[in-house]
């Protein structure tokens, strides 16, 4: 995802900008080094590999030393690694690196995404339950757990599947997957063009 991330960066669908400004303060980063993250990746942008703290501090109106220390405290933090790269005519040049932050926000995405689901099937679970007026087994709680993360059935079509089998001789879990199941396969399928971008802004806001 990482990848995917820094392609819509780089073809300006993502502001840079926007992203530090968003998630610095949920990452531990302090307001000099959202900027410095910003200014550095601006250098990227422009080729430049090498980090000159005399010109970088004109950039963020710091003193050198007070650059120097910005930058370092990126490095302890993971956020800017210098590393030495072997160049095509077998030398060595020093280049920077900041991939670390895009790794860090995927992780909260993938965290706060994690979390929605969690919220939406206790949800479930719990009316079930009321509904059934009994509590489900590992096994039925493991079925449930499908509908809601592999087969993102919505809560709508959960509560429809599940008032119809109250109105059966046996109602229960595999009752309600039946018919759900049933009304899936009455569903006419379309191709689905997923909306990566506009995921990940419905994260990104979350």
Same mark, same amino acid.
């Given at each position: 995802?990482?990848?995917?991330?820094?392609?819509?960066?780089?073809?300006?669908?993502?502001?840079?900008?926007?992203?530090?400004?968003?998630?610095?303060?949920?990452?531990?980063?302090?307001?000099?080094?959202?900027?410095?993250?910003?200014?550095?990746?601006?250098?990227?942008?422009?080729?430049?590999?090498?980090?000159?703290?005399?010109?970088?501090?004109?950039?963020?109106?710091?003193?050198?030393?007070?650059?120097?220390?910005?930058?370092?405290?990126?490095?302890?933090?993971?956020?800017? /690694? #210098?590393? +030495?790269? &072997? !160049?095509?005519?077998?030398?060595? *040049?020093?280049?920077?690196?900041?991939?670390?932050?895009?790794?860090?926000?995927?992780?909260?995405?993938?965290?706060?995404?994690?979390?929605?689901?969690?919220?939406?099937?206790?949800?479930?679970?719990?009316?079930?339950?009321?509904?059934?007026?009994?509590?489900?087994?590992?096994?039925?709680?493991?079925?449930?757990?499908?509908?809601?993360?592999?087969?993102?059935?919505?809560?709508?079509?959960?509560?429809?599947?599940?008032?119809?089998?109250?109105?059966?001789?046996?109602?229960?879990?595999?009752?309600?997957? /039946? #018919?759900? +199941?049933? &009304? !899936?396969?009455?569903?006419?399928? *379309?191709?689905?063009?997923?909306?990566?971008?506009?995921?990940?802004?419905?994260?990104?806001?979350?």
């Amino acid at each position: 995802m990482k990848d995917i991330l820094k392609l819509l960066i780089t073809k300006k669908i993502i502001d840079y900008r926007a992203l530090v400004l968003a998630f610095y303060h949920r990452l531990e980063l302090t307001e000099q080094e959202a900027i410095a993250l910003i200014r550095l990746n601006s250098l990227l942008d422009d080729k430049q590999e090498i980090i000159k703290p005399a010109k970088f501090s004109k950039w963020l109106s710091l003193s050198v030393k007070e650059t120097e220390q910005l930058l370092e405290s990126l490095m302890n933090k993971g956020y800017l /690694q #210098i590393k +030495l790269i &072997e !160049t095509s005519n077998g030398k060595e *040049k020093e280049v920077f690196d900041i991939d670390f932050f895009l790794l860090k926000v995927i992780d909260l995405l993938e965290k706060t995404q994690r979390k929605t689901y969690q919220n939406y099937l206790s949800e479930v679970l719990v009316y079930l339950e009321d509904t059934l007026q009994s509590t489900l087994s590992p096994l039925d709680a493991e079925l449930v757990s499908d509908w809601v993360l592999k087969e993102s059935y919505p809560f709508e079509m959960i509560k429809d599947a599940t008032l119809k089998a109250l109105k059966s001789n046996y109602p229960s879990i595999r009752r309600i997957d /039946q #018919i759900l +199941l049933n &009304e !899936t396969k009455a569903i006419p399928i *379309k191709p689905q063009k997923k909306d990566v971008l506009k995921e990940f802004h419905k994260l990104w806001d979350e």
